[in-house]
DNA sequence: CTTCAGTGCTTGCGTTTCGCAACCAGTTGG
DNA sequence: CCAACTGGTTGCGAAACGCAAGCACTGAAG
């Protein structure tokens, strides 16, 4: 179920192979900035993603190596997804994804005021606060909770 | 056909319903980088996008304002695709993700010699090459084209 | 010891989208 | 007048999506 063949060896195709549908990017966006590690807390995002959506894509995520899955010591059924450094690789585009957005969709005019001002300040903050956040997720998910 | 009202105003979501798919990206990439404006011109990729699919990539990215269409003086059945500025702004967000590919996707090591050789120029120039193309789509698509 | 909420999923099923091929009306150069 | 080219449409089988329900199991509470 994981390797076909891709369409083209174009790196700009490779990657839309991998993430370049509705659901995955906001998988690792909940992860990289919600804390989220759990099945039933990625369930609780604002776009209701369905449950056998979710467990498509996290077992995709996990065949291409940007997560990996492990026992949740606190309760033997819980299961906790970590980032990968790929996956972490990928913070710099969510983010300019975001920042593009937000400056050239009028709807994102609408999102919540405290969202718009975390937003603001992580893009002036810049390429720094984005490093700064990846060593925080490699802590936290390269660490020890994989 | 176009304004659904959006599952969540997250920047990321937005950006993702207007390109969050397998083939928008593609063409905007072929409009950028390989300076196709037809319809024909852009059904020859290698990943072979069928018309039907080309036809309604093309109609939504009009409706979202990422391009415009107009008539090609040469030639009365021509159509002339322009890029709009914000579609030009997302170059970045594409080099990053054909970045991240060609280091983190084994299967990109598969690239023939020159085009690796073209993108490993275009990442080490950084971002002052991706501004000097983006002036050079503006003089292209907003200068006359539209 | 029994309940009951919580765990990560799986299964069915109707709707939408995809992907392929064929086709089409109009245009242009030879 | 014809052949090649223009930007698409249309039909149809296959795949993916989206929703709701269910499921085997765990752990804490009563």
Redesign the interface.
């Known amino acids: 179920m994981a390797a076909n063949t ?13 993430f ?3 659901w995955t ?2 998988v690792l ?1 909940d992860m990289m900035f919600s804390g989220k590690r759990h099945f039933r807390e990625l369930l609780q ?4 993603i369905s449950t056998n959506i979710l467990a498509d894509r996290l077992a995709r995520l996990v065949a291409h190596g940007l997560l990996t899955k492990a026992d949740d010591p606190t309760h033997k059924q819980k299961a906790i997804y970590s980032l990968t450094e ?1 996956a972490i ?2 913070l ?3 983010v ?10 009028p ?2 005019r ?3 005021a405290a ?1 718009r001002k975390f ?1 603001r300040e992580l893009q002036e903050a810049g390429p720094r606060a984005w490093a700064r956040r990846m060593d925080e997720l490699r802590a936290l998910h390269l660490g020890q909770g994989a």
Chains 1, 2 share one sequence.
Not at 45 to 48: A, I, K, N, V
Not at 96 to 105: E, K
Request: negative net charge.
């Open positions: 891709p369409r083209s060896y174009c790196p700009i195709n490779l990657s839309l192979e991998i370049g549908d509705t990017l906001l966006r995002s604002d776009e209701r790929p690789a990928l710099p585009v969510i300019q994804i975001g920042a593009w957005s937000s400056r050239w969709v709807d994102a609408k999102l919540d969202s937003l």
